[in-house]
């Protein structure tokens, strides 16, 4: 595991995300409800950034919406909760140390993983 510094914890809004442009992906970190996510800030059905979506519960589960088609996609797994998306998101481990939130940019992307504030 290659944990990497991508911004203070202050940096992300309560229920919301922002994106981090890391050298060769661009991941969209989230705070929803005491826990902080990342995922690849590109939806798998139309190749848009998922941060310019909103972050809410779908069905039960914490997701961060398309904007374009609104399909949402699961913050836990980057599984897409509603059509027209049918393919996963990449995903990846967070770690809160502080106010610094680290994440694990050699990650294979499908791994689960939140950390809590």
Do not use: Q, W
Not at 6 to 33: H, P, Q, W
Not at 79 to 84: G, I, M
Not at 109 to 117: M, S, V
Request: with cysteine; net charge negative.
């Amino acid at each position: 595991m290659a944990f990497e510094r991508v911004c203070a914890l202050s940096d992300i809004k309560e229920t919301g995300s922002l994106r981090v442009e890391l050298a060769d992906i661009d991941i969209a970190v989230v705070r929803f409800e005491g826990e902080v996510y990342a995922l690849e800030d590109r939806c798998s059905h139309a190749d848009v950034p998922l941060t310019d979506g909103d972050v809410e519960t779908f069905d039960g589960a914490p997701t961060i919406e398309c904007f374009l088609h609104g399909s949402c996609f699961d913050l836990r797994t980057g599984e897409p909760t509603n059509l027209p998306a049918t393919e996963p998101v990449p995903v990846y481990p967070v770690r809160v140390e502080g106010e610094d939130v680290y994440v694990d940019t050699e990650a294979d992307g499908t791994r689960p993983a939140a950390a809590a504030n």
